[in-house]
């Protein structure tokens, strides 16, 4: 019997049965990534600043033009992955592969060389480079594992909500990892320049400090990778033709360059990461800066709070789109982040305010829980559109198109917000900046990042793929599937 005899149904039905402890294992691939991307987007701007000693608007254009280097790695990792093929799979063997070198590259990317400004800006580059490169080689075929582990639509969906709620996890414990960092350096002496400074945050510790905090994260993110590998299984490809779905490189990217519901997606998840990551990075800003020392609770436990809620977001995820659709999920959740960060610009600097201020956090974090598992779905939604239109999936090169999002709207993020600080003048040697830097940050706190919510909610008003329009095309590829695998046997 011809090994293509198995296609549809057999796949399908194996696929429904995964094993619980196989979406736990799917999870940790997620948990380890966001443990990085966390601290990467809260911390990295704040470290290159105040203590790498990069200037603001050279650390913005260093954060923006690395991100031209990923709007093509991206793509080319996810057509590497497609046309991997070894007795692991073609997307699951880098989780093994990577997992040291990613940890490594995440501890020297927060070390501080003992060398002049410019070796340390080259420095700066290079290793923000290496930590993309790896990045994207793990995340993207990470991300199209999701693929080819089970053919089932709503099993899919439920691997991507154990993959989002195991994310928040992750970032949980790294927020976790950072408040007893900062806990326990808070009130003590260090010595810059000669002069004495007392420690009032993160942003003060010294270099070793932040490199050994790091390491501990990147200890952890290696164990998860592994994990992750040993507990997953790439069933759809184990029963299909190692070549089945695949054309030509440059047929995969006309049918992307092509395809319109990827465009507006992709703008989409730029517009939602881009508002995550100005408020993530401006709230180290802010603690220090407008609410001060006696802050009732520290940045970092104000981001720890938000990742709890962000996992009791993920749990509505499939009720509430099952009950609306993606689309409408979407769009709601933009616009509700968007409005409730506007508010956060009009809270007084009082106690009263800082709890209007954490019940703020607390709603638009579950938005973004909520939509979270959704947009990974939405991109699966892509590639089943891609297969109806073009007669092929192109997974890995589908879904390194959420990775790039995610990269292009944590950079623009981190370039707006740094390029904000350096024009209203902040001075991390200042012990009270000045009123219009004040202002400024406020505004990246609250109205600077809904640009991101009108953003998304813009491209997702023409995106096509409502519920409806993807009952139709699964049920087609569904009757084409079956005539194909009727004919091959």
């Not at 940790?28 to 966390?38: E, L, P």
């Not at 659709?325 to 009263?352: C, D, R």
């Not at 919510?453 to 079956?482: A, D, H, N, W």
């Amino acid at each position: 019997m011809n090994r293509e005899i198995t296609n549809n149904p057999p796949r399908r039905e194996a696929a429904s049965h995964a094993r619980l402890s196989e979406k736990i294992g799917y999870g940790f691939g997620d948990m380890a990534s966001s443990m990085f991307w966390k601290i990467f987007s809260y911390y990295l701007p704040i470290f290159y600043s105040d203590v790498f000693g990069l200037k603001p608007q050279h650390a913005a254009l260093l954060l923006l033009v690395t991100k031209l280097y990923d709007a093509i790695s991206d793509p080319v990792m996810g057509i590497i992955a497609d046309r991997t093929n070894t007795r692991w799979g073609k997307y699951r063997p880098y989780l093994l592969w990577i997992a040291i070198p990613f940890s490594v590259v995440g501890i020297l990317s927060f070390y501080t060389p003992d060398a002049g400004y410019a070796f340390k800006h080259v420095y700066a580059y290079l290793t923000y480079l290496m930590m993309m490169t790896v990045y994207t080689a793990i995340n993207v075929p990470y991300g199209a594992m999701l693929g080819v582990m089970t053919a089932d639509s709503r099993e899919k969906s439920v691997f991507s909500s154990f993959r989002m709620f195991f994310a928040y996890i992750g970032s949980f414990i790294a927020m976790g990892i950072f408040a007893i960092f900062e806990k326990s350096i808070l009130g003590t002496v260090r010595v810059v320049d000669g002069a004495e400074r007392i420690v009032k945050g993160v942003g003060d510790a010294s270099p070793a400090q932040w490199t050994g905090i790091v390491s501990v994260v990147a200890i952890i993110c290696a164990i998860l990778f592994i994990l992750c590998f040993l507990m997953t299984r790439e069933r759809v490809k184990a029963e299909t033709d190692p070549d089945s779905g695949t054309g030509s490189i440059g047929d995969d990217l006309r049918a992307l360059v092509s395809n319109r519901p990827w465009w507006l997606l992709l703008g989409a998840g730029i517009g939602i990461l881009l508002f995550g990551s100005i408020r993530g990075g401006a709230a180290a800003y802010y603690f220090s800066n407008i609410l001060g020392t006696n802050a009732f609770v520290t940045c970092a436990v104000f981001l720890f709070i938000g990742e709890i809620a962000q996992m009791a977001g993920v749990v509505f995820a499939v009720p509430v789109s099952e009950r609306i659709g993606k689309k409408n999920t979407f769009m709601l959740v933009l616009a509700a982040i968007g409005v409730l960060s506007v508010l956060i610009y009009f809270l007084p600097e009082t106690k009263g305010g800082f709890w209007a201020l954490l019940i703020i956090q607390v709603l638009i974090c579950i938005a973004i829980g909520l939509n979270s598992p959704l947009l990974w779905s939405m991109f699966a939604d892509v590639a089943d559109y891609s297969e109806h239109k073009n007669g092929h999936a192109s997974t890995g090169l589908i879904f390194s198109s959420s990775s790039m999002a995610q990269k292009f709207g944590g950079a623009f993020g981190a370039f707006l917000l740094m390029q904000v600080l350096a024009l209203c003048g902040y001075d991390k040697d200042l012990a009270v900046q000045a009123p219009g830097t004040l202002a400024a940050i406020k505004g990246l706190m609250s109205y600077i990042p809904a640009i991101g919510s009108v953003f998304g909610i813009v491209c997702l008003l023409f995106y096509p793929l409502t519920t409806s329009k993807m009952k139709e095309i699964q049920g087609e590829l569904s009757e084409r599937r079956s005539n194909d695998g009727a004919e091959k046997c």
